[in-house]
């Protein structure tokens, strides 16, 4: 019933995309490669779920 206010989940995976990848970018300006490699692992992952998303849906 209240169907409207549920975020759909492809939304908040994208919104989570870029919040990761504009913190690894954060990373990489500051040096620290460590940390910027680490979160392209975790924004790759998340781009893996949207396009199984896109594909199934």
């Known amino acids: 019933m209240l169907g409207f206010l549920k975020r759909a ?6 919104k989570d ?3 990761t990848l504009g913190k690894a970018m954060h990373a990489q300006r500051n ?3 460590r940390t910027h ?3 392209m692992e975790e924004a790759e ?5 949207i396009r199984k998303l896109e594909k199934s849906g």
């Open 9 to 14: 989940p492809k939304k908040k995976l994208q």
């Open 17 to 19: 995309y870029e919040y």
């Open 31 to 33: 040096g620290d490669l």
């Open 37 to 39: 490699g680490t979160l």
């Open 45 to 49: 992952k998340i781009y893996e779920e």
